[in-house]
């Protein structure tokens, strides 16, 4: 009888908790028959940096050949894309006047040399006639007034071989003149390299003496030189000695590499109304030292982040689409990744020149081709790290409505002027007790998939919320 009873009384209690359940899920809305949910962890790892900026590249040494002399152009040995040594000749100009100017100055050289064959023996004969007179004024047979002339006229005599020596050597220095004046009709290359512009042609009249004209530009294509500007929240980023990867326009996919030589100190200043920015891309127009125009576009290339559905458009709790890409735009914009000093608009952009060296022994690489670089940037070997699609997410009015929960509201003290320095002040979304919970962090670097925690009640392995939108049926 007793076994019996406790059996009847088993039966009765799992009864009663089915029909519990069965009620409490008929009368009671799981969230998860109409929302539907991403999520993503907070976990520890390296936060690397990427700028990618684009520039002009140049040949490190180039030189633009001219002529120091006046003439016809009478031969090019040389053309566009021809291949020269050092010494090589490139162009001659007609040599006829410059020829008929040695022969004058070598006959200046004998006539020179006549004149002080002449001098000397003029002084020889005063010579004699000084000793002459001094044996006889000795034996007073002269008088005083007569060796006082023998001795003017040997003086003279002397004065004047010095001056026909002197002008022997002015006729030499005329004679190699007229020489070097020769030479430099034949136009030749000082370095290794390739000529990549010629300005010459065959007939031409070359008119040195009025502006030191440009016949040919050289360039030694063995070692390039990039510049590139780097915007200066992310300027202090990038070393020297860094590794570059850099793709060029003109030859499609093919990586090159570079090494970071120097940051340039100056400053750049480009006016406000010269720069642009968009979603994600900046741009900006200033002239650097090859005057190139160059462009700014920061982004970043590390790891793989989760993706949010399609149906998911977040938004911040103020309206504004939030986009963490790891980008850092050139010009201060409504949607960037976290900047550290953003300007005024009226102020412009200040950038950075960053010289970036590149050899390139078989001379692939054209100059004046357009790169596109990527540059180490700031770097965290360690570091907590939010998924960048959880910090762009904020819950729709569609997804609060399908928890039946009001929009919360959310401190936005990031507004304050004194949180305004190398953080940013975010927010992050969990899900606690089927509602969304804000979680007000700050942040500091951010690459394409993560962004770094600096402040903020996350701890890594917690579950925040990337993407959330009522379930279509």
């Known amino acids: 009888m ?14 009663a908790v089915a029909l519990a359940a069965i009620v409490t899920r008929n009368g009671a809305r799981d969230p998860g028959d109409e929302l539907q949910v991403q999520t993503a962890e907070v976990t520890v790892g390296p936060i690397a940096r990427r700028i990618l900026v684009s520039g002009t590249l140049e040949p490190a040494r180039i030189v633009e050949i001219g002529s120091q002399v006046s003439g016809t152009i009478a031969s090019l040995a040389a053309d566009f894309n021809s291949p020269v040594k050092a010494g090589q000749v490139l162009a001659r100009l007609d040599p006829a006047s410059f020829q ?40 007073a047979q002269l ?24 002008g022997i050597t002015a006729a030499q220095a005329g004679v190699k003149e007229a020489q ?104 900006t127009s200033g002239n ?82 357009t790169a596109i670089v990527t540059l180490s940037g700031s770097a965290r070997p360690q570091a907590v790290r939010i998924p960048n699609n959880a910090l762009g997410f904020a819950p729709s009015a569609e997804a609060l409505a399908a928890v039946d929960q009001n929009a919360p509201v959310v401190d936005r003290a990031d507004d304050d002027p004194a949180n305004r320095n190398a953080t940013q002040l975010d927010h992050v979304w969990k899900m606690e007790n089927n509602r969304f919970v804000p979680i007000a962090v700050k942040t500091g670097i951010a690459d394409d998939s993560w962004t770094e925690l600096v402040g903020g009640d996350v701890r890594p392995r917690d579950v925040l919320v990337t993407a959330a939108a009522p379930r279509v049926r």
């Open 2 to 15: 007793g076994k019996a009873y406790r059996w009847a009384v088993v039966v009765a209690v799992t009864i």
């Open 288 to 369: 650097t030292a090859t005057t190139s125009r160059s462009r700014e576009t920061t982004a970043a290339a590390t790891a793989t982040q989760p993706q949010p559905p399609p149906a998911a458009a977040p938004t911040t709790p103020g309206g504004a689409a939030s986009r963490r890409t790891g980008q850092t735009p050139a010009a201060p914009a409504a949607t960037t990744a976290p900047s550290t000093q953003a300007q005024p608009a009226a102020t412009g952009v200040v950038t950075y020149v960053a010289v970036i060296d590149v050899d390139t022994p078989n001379q692939e690489i054209p100059p004046g081709g």
């Open 100 to 139: 008929t100017r040695l022969v004058e100055a070598e006959a200046g050289v004998i006539k020179a040399q006549a004149e002080r064959a002449r001098f000397q023996a003029a002084l020889d004969d005063a010579r004699r006639k000084f000793d002459s007179a001094q044996t006889l004024a000795g034996d």
């Open 180 to 283: 070097v004046s020769l030479d430099r009709t034949v136009i030749r290359s000082p370095i290794d390299g390739v000529v990549i512009g010629r300005q010459a042609d065959v007939g031409q009249t070359i008119a040195a003496a009025v502006n030191a004209p440009t016949l040919f530009t050289v360039g030694d294509l063995r070692r390039m030189r990039l510049l590139v500007e780097v915007p200066e929240g992310e300027v202090g980023g990038v070393q020297p000695g860094s590794d570059v990867r850099f793709e060029v326009e003109a030859l499609g996919a093919h990586a090159f590499t570079g090494t970071v030589a120097e940051v340039r100190l100056a400053p750049i200043n480009v006016p406000a109304a010269a720069s642009t920015s968009g979603s994600g891309a900046s741009t």
């Open 143 to 166: 008088a005083r007034a007569e060796l006082d002339l023998a001795r003017t006229t040997m003086l003279q005599a002397a004065a004047d071989l010095k001056a026909a020596e002197a």
